[in-house]
C-alpha cells in the first residue's frame, strides 16, 4: 500500500478510540491517524506530520469540537515530557480510556470476552509516587523528552513527592559549586548520571543515590551533607554504573549515609527496601490492588500459594496470613534478602523465599510444594514462554495474575491452557500516564 495521506495536508477528523499510548485515533481518507492530546468524540482540524504505510501521525491545528472530559494540564512541562501523556483529559476520561485499553487488549491479542470492571481510581492522582528516577545530562535534571533521551530540566514534578524538587536543588547547587559534569550518553563522558529516590508514603523515610560513570564521586562529603540536612532523609548511596547503556542505574552501591534500606509499609506489613529492589511506585494504590490480589489468592482456601516474581516479597506476606504455606520466587538477590528479612521482622513464618528465575525454578518447586494457586507479577515484558509451559504441566487451581501490561497480560492468557478469567480488575496505578494495571483471576476449568 502507498502512503494515501499526504505530508502537511490539513483533514478534518473525528477522534473514535485510542491507542495503546494514548493517542487519540481518527479517519482521514479511510486511513486511521493517530493523534497525540486528542479525546474520543473530538472534532478536529489535524495536519498529517508522518505518513506511514497503514497509518499517519497528525498534530492539532485546531479544536473544533472540544470533549466534554477536556482540561488545561496542570503540569508546565506537559507538552514535552514523555510521561503524563494523558493530563489533558479530566480523570474520568483517564480512567475509561485504560478500561478500554484493558478491554480491546484481552479481545484482540487475547481472544478473551471476559468483561473489564471499572478502574479503581487512584486515591492520590497528584504527588502520588514514592520513586523518582532522574537523568543528568548538560541538558539539566529532570525526565526524557517524549520519545527521546533529550533531557528536559525540571524543578518539580507534580506526581512526585514534594521531596524531589529539594534533592534536585541541592544535587544541582553542588554540581555548578564544584563544577561537577554531567554524563554524556554519547561520548560515554562526564559524571553524574542521575538521581534516584525513594520515599516510605506511610512513613516518610526519604533514601537518595547519585549514580556516577566514575567510581569515584567527588565531593561527595560536601554532597552528603547538603542532602542529609533535608527533613526525614534516611538513607544516602552512591551507585556506579559504568556502562555505555541508557539504563541508569548500576549494579554497584556504596553507602555513604544513613540506613542501608528504608523502611513501608503496606496493608499493616512493614517493609524494608534497598536501592534495587522492586517496590510498586504508589502506596496507596497498591495497598487496594494487594488486598484483591490477596482476596483472589484465598478462593477455594488454598493450603499452598507460590508468589512468582516475588520482589522484596509484599504480595507474599499479604497473602500468607491467609494460607498454610506461601513460597516466593524472585531473581534479585537484594530483593530476596529483604523478602527473608522482611518475613522475620514481621514474624511471619509460613513463607520461603527462592533466589533465581520462575521458569528454572518452577518445576522442581511444584515437585516439592505443590501449589493449588500461583501468583504471577512479572515485569512489562510477561512470562517467560517456558514458565507459561510449566504451568501448564503444573495446573494449579487458581491462577491470580498482577500485570503492568495488558498486551503481555493478554498473551499469556492466551497461551495457557485449560483456564477460564473469571475477574479482570484493573487499578489505576500511574494517574496521568498510558500505564495501567491489572489484577485477573483465573480458575482452571475442570478436566
Ligand atoms: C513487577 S515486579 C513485582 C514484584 C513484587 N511482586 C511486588 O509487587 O513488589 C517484577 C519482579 O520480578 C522480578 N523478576 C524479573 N524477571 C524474573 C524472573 N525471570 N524470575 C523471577 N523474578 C523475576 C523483578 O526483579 C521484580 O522484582
Not at 196 to 207: A, K, L, P, Q, V
Not at 243 to 253: A, S, Y
Not at 255 to 264: A, N
Not at 345 to 370: M, T, Y
Request: glycine share 6%; net charge neutral.
Amino acid at each position: 500500500m502507498i502512503d494515501i495521506l499526504i505530508k502537511n495536508k490539513e483533514y478534518i477528523i473525528e477522534i473514535t478510540g485510542y491507542t495503546g499510548e494514548g493517542e487519540g485515533v481518527g479517519r482521514a481518507d479511510g486511513e486511521a491517524v493517530f493523534v497525540p492530546s486528542a479525546i474520543m468524540g473530538e472534532k478536529l482540524k489535524v495536519l498529517i506530520v508522518k505518513p506511514l504505510k497503514h497509518y499517519a501521525y497528525g498534530k492539532i491545528i485546531e479544536i473544533i469540537t472540544p470533549s466534554a472530559h477536556r482540561v488545561e494540564p496542570e503540569c508546565i512541562y506537559y507538552k514535552k515530557c514523555g510521561g503524563c501523556v494523558l493530563q489533558h483529559m479530566d480523570y474520568s476520561a483517564q480512567l475509561e480510556f485504560k478500561r478500554i485499553r484493558v478491554q480491546d487488549a484481552l479481545k484482540r491479542l487475547g481472544g478473551c470476552d471476559t468483561s473489564v470492571e471499572p478502574v479503581t481510581p487512584s486515591p492520590d492522582i497528584f504527588r502520588y509516587r514514592n520513586k523518582a528516577q532522574l537523568p543528568v545530562s548538560d541538558a539539566g535534571i529532570g525526565f526524557y523528552e517524549m520519545r527521546s533521551h533529550n533531557v528536559i530540566d525540571i524543578n518539580d514534578c507534580l506526581i512526585q513527592n514534594e521531596v524531589t524538587a529539594k534533592i534536585i536543588k541541592v544535587v544541582r547547587d553542588y554540581m555548578d559549586k564544584y563544577n561537577i559534569p554531567a554524563y554524556n550518553e554519547e561520548k560515554h563522558n562526564g559524571i553524574i548520571r542521575g538521581i534516584f529516590i525513594r520515599n516510605g508514603s506511610n512513613t516518610g523515610e526519604i533514601m537518595t543515590c547519585i549514580i556516577t560513570r566514575t567510581k569515584d564521586l567527588p565531593y561527595k562529603e560536601e554532597l552528603v551533607e547538603s542532602l542529609s540536612k533535608i527533613e526525614n532523609m534516611t538513607s544516602i548511596f552512591h551507585n556506579i554504573n559504568r556502562e555505555k547503556t541508557n539504563v541508569q542505574m548500576g549494579k554497584t552501591n556504596y553507602l555513604l549515609w544513613g540506613s542501608e534500606t528504608i523502611k513501608e509499609t503496606l496493608c499493616g506489613v512493614e517493609f524494608h527496601i534497598s536501592p534495587l529492589s522492586f517496590f510498586q511506585i504508589n502506596t496507596k494504590q497498591t495497598e487496594q490492588l494487594y488486598a484483591k490480589a490477596a482476596e483472589f489468592a484465598k478462593v477455594d482456601n488454598p493450603q499452598t500459594v507460590f508468589d512468582l516474581y516475588c520482589g522484596t516479597g509484599t504480595i507474599s506476606l499479604i497473602t500468607a496470613q491467609n494460607v498454610k504455606k506461601v513460597v516466593g520466587v524472585e531473581i534479585v538477590p537484594s530483593a530476596v534478602e529483604n523478602a527473608k528479612k522482611n518475613a522475620e521482622r514481621n514474624g511471619i513464618d509460613n513463607v520461603e523465599f527462592f533466589l533465581g528465575k520462575s521458569e528454572a525454578l518452577l518445576p522442581q518447586l511444584a515437585k516439592d510444594f505443590s501449589p493449588d494457586t500461583v501468583i504471577l507479577d512479572p515485569p512489562r515484558k510477561g512470562c517467560d514462554i517456558n514458565l507459561i509451559d510449566s504451568l501448564n504441566k503444573v495446573k494449579p487451581n487458581h491462577i491470580v495474575y498482577v500485570s503492568c501490561d495488558p498486551s503481555t497480560l493478554a498473551r499469556d492468557i492466551k497461551n495457557l491452557q485449560g483456564y477460564q478469567v473469571e475477574k479482570v480488575v484493573p487499578f489505576d496505578m500511574f494517574p496521568h500516564t498510558k500505564h495501567v494495571e491489572c489484577v485477573v483471576l483465573m480458575s482452571r476449568i475442570k478436566d
